[in-house]
Structure formats: structure tokens, C-alpha cells
């Protein structure tokens, strides 16, 4: 892992407790990350193998995958999938890794490379291209989606994924900014979100929950998640443990409801089969792992974006 920088994610050290892998002794497991980043998780999770461990890595970020490919350039157990964690069942199934994996982390939502990036156009603080994609070479940015999308459906978006109240003001405000001219970067949607709305919130800039909403339905994160778990279940063997961190109520709650086997209500973008989201209906194959836990005061000190951040652990019964 020489000459490759390591960003230091949320929580390293509990997701690593959280896998039990010396602990249990399987030093020479096989593990996966779903979602590599820039290798914080990885690097740690790497730290407790032995010579015979695996730790295959999963990103669609293209950049992310950069740095995961330039990590395996110095680390053999490492192999780099460069995929959707929503297709990660069909992965392991090619790759005959059905049911055989020791352990699984995912860390939901935005990286701070992405979010810090105004090329990428996650941010509402400076100015950038409207992108959002995480996969900036497959589909649809948001530029081209809230200058076509009906006023409905971007409220909807607001509300439904970032739980924006203000939502259809918000809507109604882009609608008649985009007939006077289409809109094409960060500043100018923050700025058309912070007029629409009749307040500010203190320490939260007006744009936060309405660029959260559009985000996830531009990369369908929700039904992304609900894809990926299902392939998790199916990768774990008995006793395999899966760790995921969560940053907002949405994804906590999908996360929550499929540890303890039973569906979820939010709303969905895209149509998934029941096979899919392993959802609806009882489940016994998962043990949920104590109680939700939290970043310490210390990490959140050093890092503010840790605040928000849950990880619940579940072991395959």
C-alpha cells in the first residue's frame, strides 16, 4: 500500500471490531467493502488479515476506483470491483463466492473526496456543475433531470428523500427559474432553494435537504441499498457478520428493518422484484449485534461529519 494516501473514514475502529475477524480467527477469511472510497475501511480490514486473507473492494465512482486499483498495486489480497453495491449478488454469484464471505461493510452516502469536490456538484457551497452522479459515465445528471422533471416529481424527490416540508414551494420556484433559463450549477439551485423557503434554520444552510433528496434520486440510493443488502445476505456464510453505516433516518431505517427481517415503507424510485429487496414478509436470517453505535465525541471533534453517523452490525444466523 506504499505511495497511497489513506482517507480515514467514520467509525474505522468499530466497523473493525464489528467484523470480529481476529478475534474469531479468520485471520484468512474472505471480506468484502462495498464501498471502497478512498480505502479507509480497507486499509483497516487489511490490518487484521493474515497472508491467506481476501478483501475484495466495490465503488462506482470512478475515481474511487483509481485509488483502489492503485492500492492492489501493492496489496495481492485485494481485488477491485469496479460495480454498483446494488449488483453485488450477481458479482459474488460469478465469481462462485455465494454464501462463502466472513464479513461485509458498507458506508452509506457521500465520501468527503465526492462532497468536496465542486466539479462533482454534491455541494451547495460553492460553485459547480449540477451533476450528483456518483458514476459520472451512467445516467442522468440532475442538471438534465430538474430542468425536465414536472414540478411534481421534484417534490416529491424533496419530500419523500430529503424530507424537505417545503418542498413543493421549493418546486414550484425551480419551475419558474428554469423557464427563464435552464439551470445548470450548485449556486444557482442553492440559490433558488434559499428564496423559495420562508426561513433559515440555524447552523443548516437552506439547501441541505432539498440537495439530499435530489441526490439520492438521481443515483436511486435507496433502492440501491435495499438491492445490496439482499446480496449481502446471500454472500454471508453462517456466522458472517455485515456492518453498515448510515447518515440519514432513510437508510438507517431500510437498514434497521432488514436486520430485524421485516420490509420496509419508503417510498421507492425504481420497480425492484420481492426477490430483490428480500422484504415483506418475516425473516429469521439475520441476528441483529447489540444496539446502534455512535462516533465518540473525540472522532465527531475531528471529524463533524461523523455526528450523524449509525452503524448497526447483524451476524447470518
Do not use: C
Not at 449488483?87 to 454469484?93: H, I, V
Not at 435537504?209 to 439482499?230: K, Y
Not at 449485534?289 to 471529524?303: D, F, I, W, Y
Amino acid at each position: 500500500m506504499n505511495g497511497v494516501a489513506i482517507h480515514h473514514p467514520v467509525m474505522r475502529i468499530a466497523v473493525v471490531e464489528a467484523l470480529h475477524i481476529q478475534a474469531a480467527g479468520k485471520t484468512d477469511g474472505i471480506y468484502l467493502d462495498a464501498t471502497f472510497g478512498r480505502g479507509g475501511h480497507s486499509a483497516a480490514i487489511l490490518s487484521q488479515l493474515g497472508p491467506g486473507g481476501r478483501l475484495l473492494v466495490m465503488d462506482r465512482d470512478p475515481e474511487a476506483i483509481a485509488a483502489a486499483r492503485a492500492m492492489a498495486a501493492h496489496e495481492p489480497r485485494l481485488g477491485v470491483i469496479d460495480r454498483r453495491f446494488g449488483e453485488l449478488g450477481e458479482e459474488l454469484e460469478s465469481r462462485g463466492l455465494t454464501g462463502v464471505v466472513d464479513g461485509m461493510v458498507f458506508d452509506l452516502g457521500l465520501s468527503s473526496p465526492q462532497l468536496e469536490d465542486e466539479s462533482r456538484g454534491f455541494g451547495f457551497r460553492g460553485e459547480g456543475p449540477l451533476d450528483m452522479r456518483m458514476d459520472p459515465r451512467a445516467g442522468v445528471s440532475a442538471a438534465d433531470w430538474i430542468n425536465k422533471a414536472t414540478e411534481r416529481e421534484l417534490a416529491d424527490a424533496m419530500f419523500h428523500y430529503g424530507e424537505e416540508r417545503h418542498s413543493r414551494r421549493i418546486a414550484a420556484r425551480i419551475v419558474r427559474e428554469r423557464a427563464a433559463a435552464p439551470i445548470r450549477t450548485t449556486a444557482r439551485l442553492a440559490e433558488i432553494i434559499a428564496r423559495a423557503l420562508p426561513g433559515r434554520e440555524r447552523r443548516k444552510h437552506p439547501a441541505t435537504r432539498a440537495f439530499q433528496g435530489i441526490r439520492i434520486r438521481i443515483n436511486e440510493e435507496l433502492d440501491e441499498l435495499r438491492r445490496g443488502l439482499a446480496g449481502a445476505l446471500a454472500g454471508l456464510r453462517a456466522g458472517g457478520r455485515l456492518a453498515v453505516i448510515s447518515f440519514h433516518s432513510l437508510e438507517d431505517r431500510i437498514v434497521k428493518r432488514f436486520m430485524a427481517g421485516s420490509g420496509d415503507d419508503l417510498p421507492r424510485g425504481l420497480p425492484v422484484r420481492e426477490s430483490e429487496m428480500q422484504s415483506g414478509k418475516p425473516r429469521a436470517e439475520l441476528r441483529p449485534l447489540g444496539k446502534p453505535r455512535r462516533a465518540s465525541a473525540a472522532e465527531v471533534a475531528r471529524n463533524p461529519r461523523a455526528r450523524s453517523a449509525v452503524l448497526r452490525v447483524a451476524e447470518k444466523l
